[in-house]
């Protein structure tokens, strides 16, 4: 079936800007997370949504991130007012059911942001 | 923040030949998992180990976990050149906690 796809694949934007990216987790998915990977460094979390609510949003690195999933699906990170420093790829990952223990991640292929 | 370090973090080996990587963190986990990562396929689950594991097989993959070390190793036997990626090890506190994941190794297998 189909897996987690994010949009769009490059997002290039001048600084001060405000973008949106977006993730489709893989269908019938409950438990979806945003994660932040620099260049040379591992993934890291940002947010963690079960359903409609964030569950868990203590990665996120400032009030200029922001990210919602209105219909227990699509989610959206939106970053206000872009700064160099938030060039990186930013990928989604989807779960069945996140109350299940050791429930397995399936990471989408990633968004490139570049702030210019 | 990073819990896993990898270890090395770039290795060049020739097709047929072992790749063993390290990881190394810092707090009490529930699980640890490893992920491989490349252009082509995004990053991938491998393989998860319980803290009450020891050692965990999966086709060509072996990987052991010393919880008194706090540390973990995956083997790749008879690596191939579809084998170059990077991978990374991620620790999970509780079980249904977020991922911590490492550095990563850089892994180049040669034809």
Redesign the interface.
């Known amino acids: 079936g189909a897996g987690v796809s994010q949009t769009p694949s490059n997002k290039v934007t001048e600084k001060g800007k405000y973008v949106e990216l977006r993730c489709d987790p893989i269908s019938g998915h409950t438990a979806l997370?945003w994660?932040r990977q620099s260049l040379?460094?591992?993934?890291?979390?940002l947010i963690?949504f079960q359903g409609t609510g964030a569950a868990?949003d203590s990665?996120l690195p400032n009030d200029r991130f922001f990210a919602v999933r209105p219909e227990g699906s699509v989610s959206t990170l939106k970053i206000q007012r872009t700064e160099r420093g938030d060039s990186a790829v930013y990928?989604c990952?989807s779960s069945l059911d996140?109350?299940r223990?050791?429930d397995?991640?399936?990471?989408?292929?990633?968004t490139r942001l570049t702030v210019l | 923040s990073q819990q896993g370090e990898e270890d090395p973090q770039a290795l060049s080996i020739q097709e047929g030949e072992n790749a063993t990587m390290n990881c190394s963190y810092k707090t009490s986990i529930n699980n640890l998992q490893w992920y491989r990562q490349n252009s082509g396929r995004g990053l991938v689950h491998l393989i998860l180990i319980r803290s009450n594991e020891r050692e965990k097989h999966s086709g060509r993959l072996r990987v052991t976990l010393d919880t008194s070390k706090k540390s973990s190793s995956l083997l790749i036997t008879a690596s191939r050149a579809a084998d170059t990626a990077s991978y990374f090890c991620a620790t999970d506190v509780s079980g249904y906690s977020t991922l911590t994941f490492g550095k990563g190794t850089m892994l180049l297998v040669s034809p």
């Not at chain 1, 040379?40 to 979390?45: L, T």
Request: charged share 20%; glycine share 20%; proline share 12%.
């Open positions: 997370y994660y040379g460094q591992g993934p890291e979390f963690y868990d990665g990928l990952a996140r109350d223990p050791e397995t991640q399936y990471f989408g292929p990633g």
